[in-house]
């Protein structure tokens, strides 16, 4: 229960404090756009089984790896990619941080 709150509260509170934060003129836009950092989950429909508690996707799923990192990173230092780049790397923080509780 603890690391659902945990997670879930990184996936969706952690983009809401950097919007209001960081993008206050325009913080539901900021939030929208960093939240659509989600969509990277569709990367678990790969997998076999779909679903599995005990399975960390950090460096399992394609969109998960090492190599996706680096481009949600660098995607941080443009400013058109910059927001989506913030909710992907919010997204693999939450992932990261499941994986270490398990």
């Known amino acids: ?3 659902s709150i945990i997670h879930y509260g990184i996936h969706f509170g952690l983009p809401l404090v950097v919007a209001l934060v960081f993008f206050k003129s325009n ?3 900021a939030y929208l756009i960093m939240i659509l950092g989600m969509l990277i989950d569709l990367d678990h ?3 076999t089984p779909l679903f599995d508690a005990n ?3 950090i460096n399992f799923h394609p969109l998960h ?3 996706a990192m680096v481009v ?3 995607m ?3 400013k058109k990619t910059r927001l ?3 909710g992907l790397v919010i997204h693999i923080i939450a992932d990261t941080a499941d994986c270490l509780m398990m």
């Open 72 to 74: 949600y990173v660098l």
């Open 27 to 29: 913080w539901k836009m």
């Open 45 to 47: 429909l790969l997998a």
């Open 55 to 57: 399975r960390c996707s």
């Open 1 to 3: 229960m603890a690391q």
């Open 76 to 78: 941080l230092f443009f």
């Open 65 to 67: 790896t090492y190599y």
């Open 84 to 86: 989506l780049g913030i």
